[in-house]
């Protein structure tokens, strides 16, 4: 029988969490929903999504009592513990804050502030767009063919050492940053079609090399 | 880099894909969820589904589509139809959508655009505008609610400009003079609101091939071309659009 990882996704009360479910399933994954602390830990990686205001998110993972759990399982995934992968605003939550919402703090994971997107381009980026890469990233190993994904945001991290992925739309925008087990995605993998399953599928291939 | 969308649109009624003239005369096109398959595979960006009856025992059918979709189709998808409340919403996204349309309800009461964006975030709320020439409104459109029955003497540009106040993070614009007639898309229409309004605008009523579509994005300012008919009846390929966008210039997925 084929190892199918398990992968939690952070319910923590935001948006349509389903999708992502369905895409983590596809790629070859048992995923579930859950706000249960113990379901999280035992997992075999974790999935942090986000859609709307950063503030809002942040707000609804301290009220759902999951800030805590979730910047420390970030943490140690940064240093080489179980596997996180955070998408959308679940990446821009890895930041200290955002300039959407002034005075909320973020998980505090990765030492920047998010700001909004520059340049004479309509807000939010709504589209698809070309990822440039380095492919051999296991984040992105496989997808050279055909690196468009789906993005939809207003705002966005800068581009630091962790990032691995950029896209242009009005400046070059960070599209994905990895720190050991951490990765992160302003894109949405799961709107992505085959691309961004094959992204997942590199992240359950982590959870399984992570087990081994 | 403006990339340009194709969009394949899916009216459903009682679980049916049907397509009309001018919204009348609906003929059937399909199972919704092998049709949005398809239209997957051929490479569209995204996929609409609305839902022109929207009355309530159809509601149990809608929401079987939407949950199909959501198993099989991994791009972005949007579902209208009916959506009166938050909670509303809250369904049809729990069930695997990623952006649900607004439309008449939203005119009737301009505060569930912001209701639903506070809720799940601009990006999840597409307002959906039905409008057509009239020498009664100041901008010469008048929106039309209730599928486009009922004339509401509200102008087009003002309508769009409140709702993206109200928040919505899209407009999907239908000129229903157009509508299923192939005679391109109403490029004057779609100027009015492109100009004026910050947030990406959907075209949608009249595309008849595929250098209509270039032109609603060249000559009218859309950022996403929806299409329905052509698409269904097999005239247009998605493939085919995307290569006419490429010849005039426009940028799209994949090249």
């Given at each position: 029988?084929?190892?199918r990882?398990?992968?939690?996704?952070f319910?923590y009360g935001?948006?349509?969490?389903?999708?992502a479910?369905k895409?983590?399933?596809?790629?070859?994954?048992?995923?579930?929903?859950t706000?249960?602390k113990?379901i999280?830990?035992?997992?075999?990686?974790?999935v942090?999504?986000?859609v709307?205001?950063?503030?809002?998110?942040?707000?609804?993972?301290v009220?759902?009592?999951?800030f805590?759990?979730?910047?420390s399982?970030?943490?140690?995934?940064a240093?080489g513990?179980?596997p996180?992968?955070?998408i959308?605003?679940?990446?821009?939550?890895?930041?200290?804050?955002?300039?959407?919402?002034?005075g909320?703090?973020?998980?505090?994971?990765?030492?920047?502030?998010?700001?909004?997107i520059?340049?004479d381009?309509?807000i939010?980026?709504?589209q698809?767009?070309?990822?440039?890469c380095?492919?051999?990233?296991?984040?992105?190993?496989?997808i050279?063919k055909?690196?468009?994904?789906?993005?939809?945001?207003?705002?966005?991290?800068?581009?630091?050492k962790?990032?691995?992925?950029?896209?242009d739309?009005?400046?070059?925008v960070?599209?994905?940053?990895?720190?050991?087990?951490?990765?992160?995605?302003?894109?949405?993998?799961e709107k992505s079609g085959?691309?961004?399953?094959?992204?997942?599928?590199?992240?359950?291939?982590?959870?399984e090399?992570?087990r081994? | 880099?403006?990339?340009?969308?194709?969009?394949?649109?899916?009216d459903?009624?009682?679980?049916?894909?049907?397509?009309?003239?001018?919204?009348?005369?609906?003929r059937?096109?399909?199972?919704?969820?092998?049709?949005?398959?398809?239209y997957?595979?051929?490479?569209?960006?995204e996929?609409?589904?609305?839902?022109?009856t929207?009355?309530?025992?159809?509601?149990?059918?809608?929401?079987e589509?939407?949950r199909?979709t959501?198993?099989?189709?991994?791009i972005?998808?949007?579902?209208?139809?009916?959506i009166?409340?938050v909670?509303d919403?809250?369904?049809?996204?729990?069930?695997?959508?990623?952006k649900?349309s607004?439309?008449?309800?939203?005119?009737l009461?301009p505060?569930?655009?912001?209701?639903?964006?506070?809720?799940?975030?601009?990006?999840?709320?597409?307002?959906?505008i039905?409008?057509r020439?009239?020498?009664?409104?100041?901008?010469?459109?008048e929106?039309?609610?209730?599928?486009?029955?009922?004339?509401?003497?509200?102008?087009?540009?003002?309508?769009?400009?409140?709702?993206?106040?109200?928040?919505?993070?899209?407009?999907?614009?239908?000129?229903?003079?157009r509508?299923?007639?192939?005679?391109?898309f109403?490029?004057?229409?779609?100027?009015?609101?492109?100009?004026?309004?910050?947030?990406?605008?959907?075209?949608s009523?009249?595309?008849?091939?595929a250098?209509?579509?270039?032109?609603?994005?060249?000559?009218?300012?859309?950022?996403?071309?929806?299409?329905?008919?052509?698409?269904?009846?097999?005239?247009?390929?998605?493939?085919?659009?995307?290569?006419?966008?490429?010849?005039?210039g426009l940028?799209v997925?994949?090249?």
């Amino acid at each position: 029988m084929t190892f199918r990882p398990s992968v939690a996704v952070f319910d923590y009360g935001i948006g349509n969490l389903r999708s992502a479910q369905k895409a983590l399933e596809f790629a070859g994954a048992e995923a579930f929903l859950t706000d249960d602390k113990s379901i999280l830990e035992e997992a075999d990686g974790v999935v942090l999504p986000g859609v709307g205001a950063f503030g809002r998110c942040a707000e609804a993972l301290v009220e759902s009592d999951l800030f805590v759990l979730a910047a420390s399982m970030a943490e140690k995934a940064a240093s080489g513990g179980k596997p996180f992968l955070g998408i959308c605003v679940g990446m821009q939550l890895l930041y200290k804050g955002s300039d959407e919402s002034v005075g909320v703090n973020g998980l505090g994971i990765l030492n920047s502030q998010v700001k909004a997107i520059e340049g004479d381009v309509k807000i939010p980026q709504m589209q698809w767009n070309e990822l440039k890469c380095d492919f051999t990233h296991p984040m992105l190993k496989g997808i050279e063919k055909n690196p468009w994904v789906y993005f939809v945001h207003g705002y966005s991290a800068p581009k630091t050492k962790e990032s691995i992925a950029f896209c242009d739309y009005g400046t070059e925008v960070n599209a994905a940053v990895a720190v050991n087990n951490l990765w992160a995605t302003q894109f949405h993998p799961e709107k992505s079609g085959e691309t961004g399953i094959a992204i997942l599928r590199n992240f359950l291939s982590l959870l399984e090399s992570d087990r081994s | 880099m403006r990339v340009i969308r194709i969009i394949p649109c899916l009216d459903v009624d009682k679980g049916r894909v049907v397509k009309g003239v001018n919204f009348v005369d609906l003929r059937d096109a399909g199972d919704p969820v092998e049709l949005a398959s398809v239209y997957n595979q051929q490479g569209a960006d995204e996929i609409v589904f609305l839902d022109i009856t929207a009355s309530s025992d159809s509601r149990e059918t809608l929401y079987e589509v939407v949950r199909r979709t959501a198993e099989e189709i991994f791009i972005p998808f949007t579902v209208g139809g009916g959506i009166r409340s938050v909670e509303d919403a809250r369904q049809i996204l729990r069930l695997g959508a990623d952006k649900v349309s607004l439309n008449t309800a939203a005119v009737l009461r301009p505060d569930l655009i912001s209701d639903v964006a506070n809720e799940f975030g601009n990006q999840c709320v597409v307002v959906a505008i039905d409008a057509r020439r009239s020498d009664t409104t100041s901008c010469g459109f008048e929106v039309f609610t209730h599928g486009g029955r009922e004339g509401t003497g509200l102008s087009l540009l003002e309508w769009a400009q409140k709702a993206v106040e109200k928040g919505a993070g899209e407009i999907l614009l239908t000129s229903m003079d157009r509508d299923g007639t192939k005679d391109g898309f109403d490029i004057e229409m779609l100027k009015t609101v492109s100009q004026v309004t910050s947030v990406p605008l959907i075209a949608s009523g009249g595309a008849g091939g595929a250098k209509d579509m270039a032109d609603g994005a060249l000559l009218g300012g859309a950022d996403a071309l929806l299409a329905a008919s052509i698409f269904h009846f097999g005239e247009m390929t998605v493939p085919e659009v995307r290569k006419e966008l490429l010849k005039a210039g426009l940028t799209v997925r994949g090249a």
